[in-house]
């Protein structure tokens, strides 16, 4: 695999979430000092599968308190693969502004869910490029608490062949501490 290069650039897009989340004011945590105080913030790497979501259910659950900020990071592969130049420009488009508009509703609602469970604030991201990569950036840019990934639900076999965002994830982002929560069905997969 190869190794994050500092100067090297990427593209990504702010998602504005969307007015019906309240602004919510700062807590009073006057008995509280330091960390606990200022809030943390905690990377949640999130796609549309149901393994991100368990991810994230379990981050907001487990992990998250008042004062923390969540950041939504969703990845978007910019590898291509058509031969044509001209129809891989349009279906590029098409496909990332699809991609956008479904990855944006699923941050929207991921932020009200986030607000109503534990209180947190929430902002979100989609960056362009490797997810792996893209996601050890995110977390040197932001110097989290903790970085929480789900698993793909792929077997030993096909991790190994196809590669894992987690494991890149795990190996190569030394900035915080990288959680991954296994699928639901971990307990229940059955050995190749």
Not at 80 to 89: A, D, H, M, P, V
């Given at each position: 695999m190869e190794t994050l290069m500092e100067d090297e650039q990427y593209n990504w897009k702010e998602v504005i979430l969307p007015s019906l989340i309240p602004v919510v004011p700062e807590p009073d945590l006057e008995r509280e000092t330091g960390e606990r105080r200022r809030g943390r913030d905690i990377i949640i790497a999130v796609d549309h599968g149901p393994n991100s979501k368990h991810a994230f259910d379990w981050a907001v659950t487990h992990l998250c308190r008042l004062a923390d900020t969540i950041h939504l990071v969703h990845a978007i592969s910019s590898t291509?693969?058509?031969?044509?130049?001209?129809?891989?420009?349009i279906s590029m488009c098409l496909k990332n502004e699809i991609v956008h508009e479904m990855t944006q509703g699923?941050?929207?609602?991921l932020a009200v869910e986030a607000l109503e469970v534990a209180m947190v604030r929430t902002k979100a991201r989609i960056v362009e490029g490797d997810a792996g990569k893209a996601i050890c950036r995110e977390a040197e840019r932001l110097k989290p608490a903790a970085v929480v990934l789900g698993t793909r639900g792929r077997s030993l076999i096909q991790s190994v062949l196809q590669g894992s965002v987690s494991e890149y994830c795990f190996h190569n982002c030394k900035i915080a501490p990288i959680i991954i929560v296994p699928g639901k069905e971990a307990g229940e997969e059955s050995v190749l």
């Open positions: 291509l693969s058509i031969l044509n130049f001209q129809s891989l420009i699923l941050m929207e609602k």
